[in-house]
Nanobody, 124 residues
Framework: QEQLVESGGGLVQAGDSLRLTCIAS????????MAWFRQAPGKERDFVAAISWSGSNTYYADSVKGRFTISRDNAKNTVSLQMNSLKPEDTAVYYC?????????????????WGRGTQVTVSS
């Protein structure tokens, strides 16, 4: 059984919006920091956004700040990434990650569980 499942990716035009959602199945979700990372073809996996266990603290990569918003619903075991004003350089596979610790980290090695990813493609 998969523990983290992402959805919401797709093909859009520059300037459009998408909302990614990740559903977690572990009972530890509400005590876990969550994050989104992305990996473009031929590139390393990069940090995008993170949120603390309660949702009171968030952090964004400079490249998405002001355009993307991360949020969570602990009652539904979901974390979302609202992506506005998308650019072609946002094209990547987006991964949801769970850290079994309350506070987030920008390093992918700090996260314990990963989803399989969802493709986001932004055409110019």
């Amino acid at each position: 059984q998969e523990q983290l499942v992402e959805s919401g990716g797709g093909l859009v035009q520059a300037g459009d919006s998408l909302r990614l959602t990740c559903i977690a199945s572990r009972r530890t979700f509400s005590a876990s920091a969550m994050a989104w990372f992305r990996q473009a073809p031929g590139k390393e996996r990069d940090f995008v956004a993170a949120i603390s266990w309660s949702g009171s603290n968030t952090y964004y990569a400079d490249s998405v700040k002001g355009r993307f918003t991360i949020s969570r619903d602990n009652a539904k075991n979901t974390v979302s990434l609202q992506m506005n004003s998308l650019k072609p350089e946002d094209t990547a596979v987006y991964y949801c990650a769970q850290r079994e610790y309350m506070h987030y980290d920008v390093r992918d090695v700090a996260y314990n569980y990963w989803g399989r990813g969802t493709q986001v493609t932004v055409s110019s």
